[in-house]
């Protein structure tokens, strides 16, 4: 595998399921980032992990909670979510400098989130 | 209020021509611009990117221009192909963001007629 990976590709599911949603970059970068495309609205960062640490949250809210136990891994717990909540979740990965600044980030090829 | 704006949705272009894709933004903070492309069912790959110390970027058929005063970028795309159809989103930094943000634009609709 190269690049950034998200599983699953597509997922279903009713107001009271839990999922959780995978991402694996395979770039030896040390940030990564979750965002929610809607449709006819911009991307929206949701949670920046740099180093492992939570950096930005942006609020959203605690029905979205993010995991990462690593610096290649990447999780967004998903509880009690909304019909509003459907959406394309993308994951990216960069690999950010000592001062912060603007590296490129590397886009999974997200998942198509439907809440029924 | 968005901070970063595509304001045409989309854009049709004949094979050959220029297409030119321009985006908006707002914080006199961003300091560094990118633009991403996205096809369907992808995620968005890096396409061209400028620093704000420069005013042109060029990469092969792709060109960017950043208008500083104007807040203002562009991307040209030159001889534009078939295969150039996608969502393009301009993207914008801030070099003094923790954890290297990007604030995206809408997106616009590049079709280009064979």
């Known amino acids: 595998e190269t690049g950034v990976t998200q599983t699953p590709r597509h997922l279903v599911m009713g107001m009271t399921n839990k999922k959780s949603l995978k991402c694996e970059q395979h770039?030896?970068?040390?940030?990564m980032y979750w965002y929610k495309q809607s449709a006819k609205k911009p991307l929206e960062l949701m949670f920046v992990y740099s180093l492992e640490e939570r950096v930005e949250n942006n609020s959203v809210p605690s029905r979205f909670s993010p995991e990462c136990p690593n610096s290649s891994h990447l999780f967004l717990h998903l509880h009690t979510l909304q019909p509003e909540d459907s959406a394309l979740y993308l994951c990216?990965?960069?690999?950010?400098?000592?001062?912060?600044?603007?590296?490129?980030?590397?886009f999974g090829p997200g998942t198509r989130l439907t809440v029924l | 209020d968005q901070q970063v704006k595509q304001n045409s949705p989309s854009l049709s272009v004949q094979e050959g021509r220029i297409s030119i894709l321009n985006c908006d933004y707002t914080n006199s903070m961003f300091d560094y611009f990118l633009w991403y492309k996205k096809y369907p069912a992808e995620g968005p790959t890096f396409l061209i990117s400028?620093?704000?110390?420069?005013d042109k970027n060029e990469d092969g058929r792709f060109t960017v221009f950043l208008n500083k005063s104007a807040k203002h970028l562009s991307l040209h795309i030159v001889p534009s192909q078939p295969g150039d159809s996608a969502v393009y989103f301009c993207a914008a930094s801030a070099s003094n963001n923790a954890g290297n943000m990007l604030t995206f634009g809408g997106g616009t609709r590049l079709m280009v007629k064979p």
């Open positions: 770039l030896g970068h040390n940030a």
């Open positions: 990216a990965s960069s690999q950010d400098g000592p001062s912060g600044g603007a590296d490129t980030q590397y």
């Open positions: 400028i620093s704000s110390i420069k």
